[in-house]
């Protein structure tokens, strides 16, 4: 059966780092684009960033460049998410998804990407 489990998160200072991980089972994480989103209280869900699965290619929103950092080890089919200079606004949880229609990361960040997802893990950044 296919499964994402996000783990990672947790409380950091603004400025902190974490580095989120996704493990997938039920199919490999190169054979899909997978996807990392996040949702705060209130707010619509949010794409963060994408790898594809041709040719591992990485998207970010302009909220995370240059801070963030997704990547892929095969050997161990986990997608993770390096996040930086983490601020505030980061606050939210986030979840890592595979999307069985894409192998690039075209239209990520719409409504209907993603097929399958985890539970998600909390990432907190206050002082």
């Known amino acids: 059966q296919v499964q994402l489990v996000e783990s990672g998160g947790g409380l950091v200072q603004p400025g902190g780092s974490l580095r989120l991980s996704c493990v997938a089972s039920g199919f490999t994480v190169d054979r899909y684009a997978i996807g990392w989103f996040r949702q705060a209280p209130g707010k619509e869900r949010e794409a963060v960033s994408c790898?594809?699965?041709?040719?591992?290619?990485?998207h970010y929103a302009d909220s995370v460049k240059g801070r963030f950092t997704v990547s892929r080890d095969n050997s161990k089919n986990t997608v993770y998410l390096q996040m930086n200079s983490l601020k505030p606004e980061d606050t939210a949880v986030y979840y890592c998804?595979?999307?069985?229609?894409?192998?690039?990361?075209?239209?990520?960040?719409?409504?209907?990407?993603?097929?399958?997802w985890g539970e998600g893990t909390q990432v907190t950044v206050s002082s």
């Open positions: 790898i594809s699965s041709v040719d591992g290619s990485t």
């Open positions: 998804t595979a999307d069985v229609a894409y192998y690039y990361c075209s239209d990520y960040s719409g409504p209907t990407f993603g097929d399958y």
